[in-house]
């Protein structure tokens, strides 16, 4: 019957488009593994641009009228960030002077320059055992005068230990600096003056020693807080325009950022050979406050 005929049909239609499917799939897959195929559509995809500009473009004028106008926006926010900025610059400029007494405070206890107070060494632990165990040694432990008069100036190699547990830091250090490094005092963070362009200096601060005859080593960062006029979008807040190290005094036979080699040179025309020693840049901490302007 008629009914029977166009349910063959259709079974015959699907089973035709079913095979037709796996043909097209499998010539798919053969064109994919086909090394040239692939190399062309890499070639064509390489040498079509999709930017937002392009994307863009594509848009109707008003729309494009409307983003122009959110970029305005934009780099009105921009230079409202870049102000923003310049106004934590001061702040910080300002609370720096008022942390400096206590700076100036823990520099007297890290160098043995003062004693701390009862009042100022009273510390409450949140470790339980830690403070029973203080307690203890408080009421145990009996100072005579002359054990006080042996006793341990300051706090020992404080700002070295720390060179050593900061990552940033003791990857910068090498075995040959950490002599001089124990003889570092202090350090310290100078802002530029108000009404200056923004830029602070790290100065170190070192006792006497047998390495150079400086007594404080600096490096100053200047910065900007602007957005650029050429790519005001890529504003991320301030940034390190440029820096300025210093002339480390070295005493003779103790720079650590040189080191002497011997190297052997054939004379060309006498066939002769001589040793000839020159001096050559070393890995060293030291190498932070350079370049010198």
């Known amino acids: 019957n008629s009914f029977s005929k166009t349910e063959d049909t259709a079974s015959e239609s699907l089973e035709a488009a079913k095979n037709a499917t796996n043909k097209k799939e499998k010539l798919a897959d053969q064109v994919m593994q086909n090394p040239q195929v692939l190399a062309a559509l890499q070639e064509r995809l390489d040498n079509t641009p999709i930017t937002p500009s392009s994307y863009i473009e594509n848009f109707p004028k008003a729309v494009i009228r409307r983003i122009d106008a959110l970029k305005k926006l934009q780099v009105k926010c921009a230079h409202i960030e870049a102000k923003?900025?310049?106004?934590?610059?001061?702040?910080?400029?300002k609370y720096a002077a008022l942390y400096q007494p206590l700076f100036d405070k823990r520099r007297e206890f890290i160098n043995g320059e003062a004693e701390p107070t009862d009042a100022e060494s009273e510390w409450h632990s949140e470790n339980e055992d830690e403070e029973k165990l203080a307690g203890d040694l408080k009421n145990a432990v009996v100072i005579d005068e002359k054990a006080e008069e042996t006793n341990v100036k300051g706090i020992p190699d404080f700002w070295f230990t720390i060179f050593r547990n900061v990552?940033?830091?003791?990857?910068?250090?090498?075995?040959?600096?950490?002599?001089?490094?124990?003889?570092?005092?202090?350090?310290?963070?100078?802002?530029?003056?108000?009404?200056?362009?923004?830029?602070?200096?790290?100065?170190?601060?070192?006792?006497?020693?047998?390495?150079?005859?400086?007594?404080?080593?600096?490096?100053?960062?200047?910065?900007?807080?602007?957005?650029?006029?050429?790519?005001?979008?890529?504003?991320?807040?301030?940034?390190?325009?440029?820096?300025?190290?210093?002339t480390i005094d070295w005493k003779k036979g103790k720079n650590v950022t040189v080191k002497t080699i011997k190297k052997k040179q054939k004379h060309k025309g006498r066939g002769t050979v001589r040793t000839i020693t020159k001096q050559v840049p070393n890995d060293s901490f030291f190498n932070f406050f350079s370049p010198i302007k």
């Open 167 to 246: 990552d940033m830091l003791s990857e910068l250090v090498q075995e040959y600096d950490e002599p001089i490094l124990k003889h570092l005092q202090d350090i310290k963070v100078k802002f530029s003056e108000a009404g200056q362009p923004m830029s602070f200096s790290l100065e170190f601060h070192f006792g006497p020693n047998d390495y150079f005859s400086n007594s404080v080593l600096t490096k100053t960062y200047k910065m900007k807080s602007e957005p650029d006029k050429t790519d005001p979008f890529s504003f991320e807040g301030p940034e390190i325009v440029d820096c300025e190290g210093c």
């Open 84 to 93: 923003f900025y310049e106004e934590v610059h001061d702040l910080e400029r």
